[in-house]
């Protein structure tokens, strides 16, 4: 070996002690671990989080459809990869959203208690001094308090506005504790739990049969550890942490939906180019809103407001990428969103079901 030469430390292979990078491998030669090289390379290698990034943003937010056409155009290294412009954001959305949504199966697993409980009670020490009428009166109006309270704390799944809210509690007639049940005699299943009976005989009394298959005892498994806990919050949770994973089924399906309104304007992969683009756009937005609603308090308008941007956001990338007309822009994005919507739907209900039967 040349007394000039030296090994790299990666690949051991030899070279002139001179040079700042191994020809061989292209290992930095002088690359002290510091603090900020040990980050800056875990960013820079997993989400090529570099100038590439910093020009893509700001076109991301204000110029809809611009890095998805240079992207197809050939400009592969000036802007970040679409994929990994989608990875990047949207850990960086679902990291803020765990916050949310913590509060979130906290919130709706203590009012799940509050009511399907029905076996807690308050004593009152002055309960023999007040009127029956009186009494009947008070205990209306602590249910439709708790109502309206859960209602309000889960407006964020429910999806119901304030008016709607008040008029379920103003009802002449409230939902009891009681009328809402599961699909078995409840009354027998308590009894059955009081006595630490064995699971196989209350499975059987909830209805399941001997010659069920897997499915069918999962499914029974799963319902009888619910009514137990009453954790609702829990199968939200699940849901939240399953969405990820899903989003990469659904994207793929938005980008075959483009394809076929515009089955003559290049291949798949360009869809899909788009597609990963303005997912990113959304998440972004997303992780505005959330990471604000986080500090303060954002008004429910602002959701509508968020809805509308989004697709007006869409409508003009649309535009600009196909090259295609104002009007036909517009309406093929109506179309595509109304065609997307079901899967979104019927991706939510598979996870929650998913949820609930894993949690």
Not at 47 to 62: E, G, N, V, Y
Not at 68 to 81: N, P, S
Not at 211 to 225: A, P
Request: proline letters at 3%; hydrophobic letters at 45%; aromatic letters at 20%.
């Amino acid at each position: 070996m040349n007394t000039n030469e030296v090994n790299c430390k990666n690949c051991e292979q030899p070279f002139d002690e001179g040079f700042q990078f191994c020809p061989h491998c292209g290992q930095k030669t002088n690359d002290e671990l510091t603090i900020g090289v040990l980050f800056y390379n875990t960013i820079s290698n997993y989400f090529s989080f570099d100038a590439r990034f910093f020009k893509s943003f700001i076109p991301l937010l204000f110029k809809p459809g611009y890095l998805a056409k240079e992207f197809i155009k050939g400009k592969r290294l000036l802007y970040l990869h679409p994929a990994q412009m989608y990875l990047f954001i949207s850990v960086v959305f679902f990291f803020i959203f765990s916050f949310s949504a913590r509060e979130q199966v906290d919130t709706l697993n203590n009012s799940f208690q509050e009511i399907f409980d029905k076996d807690s009670t308050v004593v009152l020490d002055s309960v023999q001094t007040i009127k029956r009428d009186s009494l009947k009166h008070i205990k209306d109006s602590i249910a439709r308090k708790e109502i309206e309270n859960a209602l309000k704390s889960n407006k964020f799944i429910t999806g119901m506005s304030d008016k709607e809210i008040d008029s379920i509690v103003t009802l002449d007639n409230l939902p009891k504790k009681n009328d809402v049940s599961f699909n078995f005699d409840e009354e027998e299943i308590d009894s059955l739990l009081s006595v630490n009976a064995s699971d196989k005989d209350i499975y059987k009394a909830m209805g399941l049969e001997e010659d069920d298959g897997w499915f069918w005892q999962k499914f029974y498994i799963q319902q009888l550890k619910f009514y137990k806990a009453k954790d609702a919050g829990n199968v939200i949770g699940m849901f939240y942490d399953t969405v990820p994973i899903a989003l990469f089924f659904v994207l793929p399906i938005f980008a075959l939906i483009l394809k076929l309104f515009y089955f003559r304007r290049g291949s798949y992969a360009h869809h899909l180019v788009f597609s990963f683009y303005y997912f990113s756009f959304v998440f972004t937005v997303l992780s505005i809103i959330f990471g604000v609603n986080l500090v303060y308090d954002i008004s429910n308008w602002i959701d509508f407001l968020v809805a509308l941007s989004c697709f007006l956001y869409l409508f003009i990338a649309m535009k600009r990428f196909y090259n295609q007309g104002w009007f036909l822009s517009f309406i093929k994005t109506s179309l595509s969103t109304m065609v997307f919507f079901p899967f979104v739907l019927l991706t939510a209900f598979a996870i929650l079901f998913f949820s609930f039967m894993f949690y």
